[in-house]
């Protein structure tokens, strides 16, 4: 049976920027059973599809050295959540991936570094950081569970890795000066 | 295998239309914040001092001399006043304050016959004749 099953619904979610991941059945099983048939009939749109090595997919940008908009705003958010991490004595994935949080208990506006980080990216309050994180939902990286509660999904490790390995460099290149983080 | 596309996708052209940030956009957005971290931005310091320069102070206290003795005339002894109203002047801040008000145009100093006096002051004692001091 050549048909792929979910094809426009995969299509549709992916081509809006959306990483499916494991929260998103049928369709990540789909993906997971026939990646390469999935693949080859986007490659014929001229469109690459990406399984990342954490088990999550997603169309790779046409210009990857582009940055977004958003995409500032998305940084520095990240790194003071993993930043905060860091200073809390557990595994930081463990702290990033295993809990849900709270928009308003966030450590983003606890500390003036956080917020002269966060004010470089316009964002100034948590109407804010709820801003970037509708976006961070719209594009599978994060999930609202309530109002003011949400968690964060696996498609997000495309920004938790990278911010961890390029702290964990910056720290060995001058230790004295680079934020703390810890795996 | 072979696949219809025109029949599960209409308007491909709208998958152009994706805002997925490529791996080396992410790298470069959190190296930007990580390896150069925003600085607090230089304090200007308009004043030199926090409080007030010890000299100018001085100057003031010179300058208001004038006013003070001169709601005060005559006076018998200057020196004796001086170190009477303000006990706390050094040795000096006293002579300073009496020469500026013996050289003073609008008054005249006259030295009395009376006896050398001793004078304390916050740090010191300053022997001298009584001298008078009036309006010119």
């Known amino acids: 049976m050549n048909e792929l099953p979910h094809l426009a619904n995969i299509f549709d979610r992916l081509k809006r920027g959306y990483h499916l991941g494991p929260e998103d059945e049928p369709e990540f099983s789909a993906l997971c059973e026939r990646f390469d048939d999935y693949a080859h009939y986007f490659a014929a749109l001229g469109l690459t599809l990406v399984r990342h090595e954490r088990e999550f997919f997603y169309f790779e940008p046409d210009s990857p050295e582009s940055v977004p908009d958003t995409l500032p705003r998305i940084a520095v958010f990240s790194y003071i959540i993993v930043d905060h991490a860091a200073n809390q004595g557990r595994s930081i994935e463990e702290f990033i991936f295993a809990q849900h949080f709270f928009v308003t208990a966030l450590p983003h506006f606890a500390l003036d570094r956080y917020a002269a980080l966060l004010r470089q990216v316009e964002v100034y309050d948590t109407n804010g950081i709820k801003t970037l994180l509708n976006h961070m939902d719209h594009i599978g990286w994060v999930k609202w569970v309530d109002e003011d509660e949400f968690r964060f999904l696996r498609p997000f490790h495309r920004v938790f890795s990278k911010c961890l390995a390029i702290a964990q460099s910056a720290q060995a290149a001058q230790p004295a000066a680079s934020p703390s983080v810890e795996t | ?136």
């Open chain 2, 1 to 136: 295998m072979r696949y219809i596309i025109a029949e599960n996708l209409i308007g491909v052209a709208v998958g152009r239309y994706q805002n997925v940030p490529g791996d080396a956009a992410i790298a470069l957005a959190l190296r930007r914040i990580i390896e150069h971290p925003p600085e607090p931005p230089p304090v200007l310091e308009f004043a030199a001092e926090k409080g007030n320069p010890v000299a100018l102070v001085r100057l003031r206290w010179l300058d208001s001399l004038l006013d003070t003795v001169g709601g005060n005339l005559p006076v018998e002894d200057l020196m004796g006043w001086l170190v009477e109203k303000y006990p706390e002047r050094d040795t000096s801040d006293v002579l300073a304050g009496f020469s500026a008000l013996v050289f003073h145009r609008d008054f005249q100093a006259t030295f009395t016959d009376g006896a050398q006096r001793a004078y304390d002051t916050a740090n010191g004692k300053i022997k001298a004749s009584p001298l008078t001091l009036v309006s010119t």
